[in-house]
């Protein structure tokens, strides 16, 4: 009925190009709702009735092609903050983020020809029962005794419900190799776009309004203004999502490259990207982005020890790690990478260990944690007085563990170990060159996201979240790819 209903308005709206009773009620409530707009917010009417619709030509693409529609998602994703710092006005970018992927699933939703019966292995999976269970697990949080804002609990529900969505939208989707392959493709160029972004910064400076940006705040200033340079963010988030991000696709891009077997053309492309990332990772001065791209290639050379060019890896990158850490260099950049092993030197590092062991008996003494949305600023905002209310984690562990307790602590390492071990799984289940080296590249890159959750809340940004999640999903559809292709059969690499 909800199909049958989308289509007759789509025909009475499109396939009549608005000539209907549907079509100009349609442009008249648009001409009210304008007029209201002028009347009620004057100058910022223009940009908000701009904005407005832009959304609703976006939103109709979600619903008649949510195939492209993923991609326009995932490309605004990328400039989430970006207007703001332009503008000097905080805007609902993010729920207007939601609400496009949202409408990238109701488009599939309403687009697809017929339920399929062959994904019995992906709700079987592990990805997808960890997934779930905690999931589970933040719905059953909404009855903990120790916090008292529903609208804090709310708004982890929402997002835990957006990160599935997401991961099953992904999987529905990006149902073909070929789809795939340009999935890989898309990300490594936004990637690339955002690194050079970043050397722009480094090597030409900021423009004016992010210069603005990074100054208006006192607090934002000490923050990003480090060992005598400014910290760079590119048109993400922050610096240290910058840098995470960046990290992340840095070690998924040289899997490829050190995988890929067809066009040395394509290869050296690979390498010179990745290179060029790991630069622009350096510049936002995030050391946790050091220390998981380094975890990333140890999780990659113990993945591939028996390959040949993996000790030729090993010896070059061991031997310019040491290098750099000893290279007799006075430069701000090298010196904020050296620091990030400092190890219990680190004044910082010792901070946040001081603020661990300070906390554990609250933990220990609290199974279900002190309820969603309780500690750092978010406590402050939705439970002012809690104990926890102020804290800062500093880590996405700790923050699970403080506001889910012990028992959602486990869950959630049960949900990243199942992550992990199907990766690697699946990897040496598989059969086909390409396809190995794809879920190689997926699991390494899923690694570093986990890796960087000692010390940052490295999941649940965006646009991070566009590539975490359908990895997982992605995965799971190469493996169903790969005992689809007969075992005489071999997929060349030079087409990707």
């Not at 890796?451 to 979240?465: E, K, R």
Request: aromatic share 18%.
């Amino acid at each position: 009925m909800l199909k049958n209903a989308y289509q007759h308005i789509s025909y009475q709206l499109f396939g009549k190009k608005m000539k209907s009773p549907a079509g100009i009620a349609v442009f008249l409530v648009i001409a009210l709702v304008f007029s209201y707009f002028v009347l009620k917010f004057g100058f910022v009417a223009g940009p908000l009735m701009i904005g407005i619709v832009l959304g609703m030509i976006l939103f109709t693409i979600c619903l008649t092609t949510p195939y492209t529609a993923f991609y326009i998602t995932i490309f605004c994703s990328c400039f989430t903050f970006f207007p703001a710092r332009v503008t000097g006005v905080d805007l609902p970018i993010s729920t207007c983020m939601e609400l496009l992927i949202y409408g990238v699933y109701l488009g599939w939703l309403l687009n697809r020809k017929k339920l399929r019966t062959n994904d019995v292995l992906f709700y079987k999976s592990p990805s997808t029962i960890g997934l779930f269970i905690f999931l589970l697990l933040i719905i059953v949080e909404v009855f903990n005794p120790n916090y008292s804002s529903f609208a804090g609990w709310f708004l982890y529900l929402r997002k835990y419900i957006l990160f599935v969505v997401i991961y099953f939208t992904s999987y529905k989707l990006l149902d073909s190799l070929d789809r795939i392959r340009f999935f890989i493709k898309f990300w490594v160029g936004m990637a690339f776009v955002a690194a050079l972004y970043t050397c722009k910064q480094q090597w030409l400076g900021f423009f004016g309004f992010e210069d603005r940006w990074v100054k208006s705040d006192p607090a934002t200033a000490v923050l990003y203004f480090q060992g005598g340079t400014w910290r760079k963010f590119s048109f993400l988030a922050g610096a240290a999502e910058a840098g995470i991000l960046l990290a992340v696709m840095a070690v998924f891009t040289f899997v490829l490259a050190l995988g890929h077997k067809g066009s040395r053309k394509k290869r050296r492309t690979l390498y010179f990207f990745g290179v060029v990332m790991v630069l622009a990772m350096s510049y936002t001065g995030t050391r946790t982005a050091n220390i998981i791209m380094l975890g990333g290639f140890v999780f990659y050379i113990l993945m591939t020890l028996n390959q040949k060019g993996t000790l030729y890896f090993a010896v070059i990158s061991v031997t310019l790690f040491l290098g750099l850490l000893a290279a007799p260099i006075d430069n701000p950049t090298l010196h904020r990478f050296r620091t990030s092993f400092n190890g219990t030197k680190d004044e910082s590092l010792a901070i946040r260990d001081v603020n661990r062991k300070s906390i554990q008996p609250y933990i220990h003494a609290h199974p279900m944690g002190g309820g969603l949305a309780t500690s750092a600023e978010e406590g402050t905002y939705y439970n002012p007085g809690h104990p926890l209310a102020g804290f800062p984690p500093d880590s996405g562990f700790l923050k699970t563990a403080l506001e889910t307790g012990w028992v959602g602590y486990a869950i959630a390492m049960f949900y990243y170990f199942c992550l992990l071990a199907q990766g690697i799984h699946y990897y040496f289940s598989s059969q086909d060159r390409e396809v190995r080296l794809y879920i190689l590249a997926f699991t390494c890159s899923q690694i570093v996201v986990i890796l960087g959750l000692y010390t940052q809340s490295a999941i649940g940004q965006l646009p991070d979240i566009l590539f975490f999640f359908p990895s997982g999903a992605i995965i799971i559809r190469l493996l169903q790819i790969d005992r689809s292709i007969p075992s005489n059969e071999s997929i060349n690499l030079s087409t990707t």
